[in-house]
Every structure is written in structure tokens, then in C-alpha cells.
């Protein structure tokens, strides 16, 4: 179970990361539906940590291209100040013999030592970008617009710098009309933030019978 000892927290539910990536992330932001409209669908991340919600979204992405007659590409954007290594990200998406097939295309694929931008290409179609340092400033700087925000840093309580109203402002700088997030993160004070920030915020059933966790869209 990798745990971060810079934040003193595990990098994914202990209950079970992937079903939680599918309940938080994906069906939060109504991804079916979206790629269901063909085009291009751009999805950024706050913390790539082990690339578990990258390698769950690639694998619902792939498998939901081949029932429909759509046509579209996704372009997966994350930023990450610790990126991990080759065998640690190895290490962590192990427990999940579902996502074998994506786990070893990005271990293979992923540099010794990862820094700057890491860009890779796979098939279906699909793009990873990890943007390594600091995540408000490379935010700040980007010219790329979004439609689906997964935030994913660690606890609010544990790395507030990741939910500061600062960067939830720049995360809806940066999102598409009708763009949207997920977080697993209920926190008053995040919600507080990305309502400042100047999302619609709702409130849903956390995963795993956790009370609540936050989604929204920008109208």
C-alpha cells in the first residue's frame, strides 16, 4: 500500500482505488457521456501519484470505444511535484490484474527520471502528459483549457497548499464552459474555495461509506 512519507498519507483508498477512481472521477464528470459526443476529451489531475486514475480512465476509455461509432481522442493531463519512479508505479497498480495491460504499457514507456513534461503516446488514441514541480505556477503558465478535473492531491488536511483557493482559481480559469471536477475531498474549506473560485459545487455520497465527497461544473 504506497504511502507518502512527506504527507503522511496513502496515495489511494485502502478499501479499493480503482472502484473509487470509477465512482469519483469518472462518474462524477460524466466521462461516458462526454466521450459518447466524440472529439477530443482533455482531463486534468491534481497528483499523478501511481497514474492509477490515468491507467483506470485509459482502460474504461479504450473498452467504451468499442461500442460506439463515435470517434474521439483523450488527452490525460497531470501535475505532480514528487513523480515516482518506474518500479514503484509498478509496485502500486500490481493488486489489479484488471489493469495489467495499461500498468505495463506505462511502466514501459516512463523514464528513469522523470522531470520537465513526460509525454507519451499509446493506442486508442490516447495521450499522457505529466507535468513535473509545482502545480499552481505550471497551471498558472498553461494555455491548455480542460473539460474534466480530477482532484486528487492528498488530505486537505495533510497538503492544504493542493486545495488553496489560489489553485482551485486557476483550476476554473482553466476549465471549458460546462467543464466539471471530483474530489474525493469534502472539506469545508475546499468546498468554500472552488465556490469562490466559481464553480457549482454539489455535494454527492462518498465512496466506500464515506459521507460526502464534492463535484460541480462551470456553467
Avoid at 504527507?7 to 470509477?22: L, N, S
Avoid at 509545482?134 to 474534466?148: G, H, I, M, P, R
Avoid at 482532484?151 to 466539471?180: C, I, K
Wanted: aromatic share 12%; glycine share 10%.
Amino acid at each position: 500500500m504506497p504511502y507518502s512519507t512527506t504527507f503522511g498519507d496513502h496515495f489511494y483508498c485502502r478499501t479499493d482505488g480503482r472502484a473509487e477512481c470509477d465512482h469519483v472521477f469518472i462518474d462524477a464528470n460524466h466521462l461516458h457521456e462526454r466521450w459518447a459526443a466524440g472529439g477530443e476529451c482533455v482531463i486534468g489531475e491534481l497528483g499523478f501519484g501511481t497514474g492509477l486514475n490515468f491507467c483506470e480512465t485509459w482502460r474504461q476509455w479504450s473498452a467504451f470505444q468499442g461500442t460506439t461509432p463515435t470517434h474521439g481522442s483523450l488527452h490525460f493531463i497531470s501535475f505532480e511535484l514528487f513523480p515516482m519512479d518506474r518500479e514503484s508505479i509498478k509496485r502500486a497498480l500490481i493488486q489489479w490484474p484488471i489493469l495489467e495491460h495499461e500498468r505495463e504499457r506505462l511502466a514501459a514507456a516512463w523514464p528513469d527520471t522523470p522531470s520537465g513534461i513526460v509525454s507519451l503516446e499509446f493506442d486508442d488514441n490516447v495521450r499522457l502528459s505529466v507535468i513535473c514541480g509545482d502545480a499552481l505556477s505550471n497551471l498558472a503558465t498553461s494555455q491548455q483549457t480542460f473539460d474534466a478535473w480530477y482532484l486528487d492531491g492528498f488530505a486537505p488536511s495533510r497538503n492544504p497548499d493542493m486545495w488553496s483557493l489560489e489553485l482551485m482559481q486557476a483550476v476554473y480559469d482553466h476549465t471549458r464552459p460546462g467543464g466539471s471536477f471530483g474530489t474525493y475531498a469534502a472539506a469545508g474549506f475546499v468546498r468554500r474555495n472552488l465556490q469562490t473560485a466559481g464553480f457549482k459545487v454539489e455535494r454527492r455520497p462518498g465512496f466506500a461509506g464515506k459521507r460526502e465527497m464534492l463535484c460541480g461544473i462551470k456553467d
